[in-house]
């Protein structure tokens, strides 16, 4: 089981689940470029290269097949992963992603864009700002899967976000309706329900990988 964490994150947003799934699988938590120990690297700072990025470590490290569980951006890493690799991807697992920037509440996309455009302004004086602008640009500007995508997509999938998510309801149905016979969960809590309210996560996730 392989585990993405979401933006400006690290892997160990994902304790709860280490803890919880290594007793029945092999879990790896990676950050992913640019994030917690990951250099940023020369290459394209995009989802679209983080999916390839998973591609070229599961290579590395021998695995042919995993459980794909992305929480936000990683959640649309996954998706993008999925698409190219389908033969990689035993389970997918997505927790609060978005296949367009519009499936984000206006009042947390808002602030986000005008933070990004500010920093267009700002981001040349430090690397600090810089590399905010970065990330901010992942959540501004990317993803973009189209439905026609995700309908090719064959691998059994669970779709779950939180009741007061920050990825809309019915964009996270969107999702789930567009997937063949995936499976939708929404529980208790918001963006983060795999850290707030992990024992109800862990649940949805473990009746759904057994």
Request: hydrophobic residues 40%; aromatic residues 8%.
């Amino acid at each position: 089981m392989i585990l993405l964490h979401g933006n400006g994150e690290e892997h160990g947003y994902f304790r709860h689940q280490m803890e919880c799934f290594s007793k029945s699988h092999r879990v790896i938590a990676i950050d992913t470029r640019g994030h917690g120990k990951s250099p940023m690297g020369e290459k394209e700072f995009s989802i679209r290269q983080f999916a390839q990025d998973l591609d070229d470590f599961m290579v590395e490290m021998g695995l042919e097949k995993a459980i794909i569980l992305g929480f936000s951006d990683g959640a649309n890493i996954a998706m993008e992963f999925a698409l190219a690799h389908r033969d990689k991807v035993s389970k997918l697992i997505l927790n609060g992603g978005n296949i367009e920037p519009c499936g984000v509440k206006a009042i947390y996309q808002i602030p986000t864009v005008l933070e990004y455009w500010w920093l267009n302004v700002l981001g040349i004086f430090t690397d600090r700002m810089r590399q905010r602008k970065m990330l901010l640009r992942l959540m501004v500007k990317e993803p973009h899967i189209t439905p026609t995508q995700l309908a090719t997509l064959n691998m059994p999938t669970l779709v779950i976000a939180g009741t007061n998510d920050m990825i809309r309801e019915s964009h996270t149905k969107y999702i789930a309706s567009s997937i063949p016979n995936s499976v939708l969960k929404i529980i208790p809590g918001d963006h983060f329900v795999a850290a707030k309210n992990p024992l109800c996560f862990n649940e949805a996730v473990k009746s759904f990988i057994i």
